[in-house]
């Protein structure tokens, strides 16, 4: 089975290039099964470097993405400061692949409306709290209004309950963060990871924002999903410039 991918649906230009992976198309046994691209979560490495080279082949890329030991934070690796421990990755450069790993956190691709730059970032709630977008708008020449956004699949907000801590962690800062959650079992809350990262996106200046709405929980034949199944694989939302011919 040929691996599927999500192409985002938005006005980027030509040579930005941006994909998102699922679960379907790979190597790897079960729970890994099939198409896992994390490195660090129990599967095979040879089912994972096979994994990445499906990927490479099927999706076109130009090289071998840049993958980032993710900590949930907000350090932000380009191509003047590389960092290997990262949350999220920029690059001006045609023919570097940023990519970031996921399993119910929020992948957000980045791309400027002249097609000179991009970046993707893994936003969990930590990261999303403490300010990974907006590290990786801060990355970019000119206004956030030149960006466009695309966020990839990610948990639901009907299945992503969480303690009173993580809605604090936002309400306090951003009172409109409110609106994002809604009471669950007890003292904790349903939160909407899309419509806090809309939130963030838009309280920084960018309001060309696309995406949203495919539930890695919900959707179990298409997604792995850490929160559903715990041990499991990862997928990869990629984005790049084209290179120009030779």
């Not at 893994?122 to 590290?135: F, K, N």
């Amino acid at each position: 089975m040929a691996p599927e991918f999500l192409i985002p649906d938005w006005p980027a230009p030509c040579r930005v290039r941006a994909l998102s992976t699922t679960r379907t198309g790979g190597v790897s046994a079960a729970p890994w099964n099939s198409f896992n691209l994390g490195d660090h979560v129990g599967d095979a490495p040879a089912s994972v470097q096979a994994n990445r080279r499906i990927l490479r082949d099927a999706g076109g890329l130009p090289a071998e993405p840049r993958w980032l030991e993710q900590v949930h934070g907000c350090d932000v690796s380009t191509p003047v400061f590389p960092r290997r421990r990262a949350d999220a990755g920029f690059s001006d450069r045609a023919g570097e692949v940023c990519a970031v790993l996921t399993a119910d956190c929020l992948p957000v691709l980045f791309c400027n409306d002249s097609g000179t730059a991009v970046a993707a970032a893994h936003a969990g709630w930590r990261g999303l709290a403490d300010g990974v977008l907006e590290r990786t708008i801060a990355c970019f020449q000119g206004p956030p209004s030149s960006l466009l956004v695309w966020l990839g699949p990610a948990i639901g907000p009907r299945h992503f309950e969480v303690g009173p801590e993580v809605r604090a962690a936002f309400v306090d800062s951003h009172a409109e963060a409110a609106s994002a959650f809604r009471p669950g079992t007890g003292d904790r809350w349903f939160a909407d990871i899309w419509a806090l990262a809309r939130q963030r996106l838009k309280a920084a200046g960018v309001s060309r924002i696309h995406g949203g709405g495919h539930c890695t929980y919900k959707e179990e034949e298409r997604f792995f999903s850490y929160r559903r199944d715990g041990k499991t694989g990862r997928m990869a939302s990629l984005i790049w410039l084209q290179p120009e011919p030779q």
